[in-house]
């Protein structure tokens, strides 16, 4: 019975969340202003080669921080099922 109050409620605020979502206006990418944002963008690089090192892009996240993140979450994950392993 409570799995399934858990599922519906679940799926309500699904829904509620998808209505919004849907209900938002487009962004201005999408409205036929790509291409221009885009020819400003590449004329602006003319005459400037790109750096190529052979490692990878910085993208501005910190790997450590997700990293410890999800070992976090691991060990959040391991101790409620212990805890629930005891009570049963």
């Not at 020819?39 to 690089?45: H, L, P, S, T, Y």
């Given at each position: 019975m409570?799995?399934?109050t858990a599922a519906a409620s679940a799926l309500l605020v699904a829904l509620v969340l998808a209505t919004?979502?849907?209900a938002a206006g487009k962004p201005?990418?999408?409205?036929g202003a790509g291409p221009i944002v885009q020819?400003?963008?590449?004329?602006?690089?003319q005459g400037v080669a790109p750096k190529t090192v052979g490692s990878l892009p910085f993208t501005g996240l910190d790997l450590a921080l997700f990293v410890g993140a999800g070992l976090a979450l691991l060990l959040l994950g391991g101790s409620l099922r212990r805890l629930g392993k005891r009570r049963a």
């Open positions: 409570i799995r399934a919004g979502a849907l201005p990418a999408y409205r020819g400003q963008i590449q004329g602006g690089a």
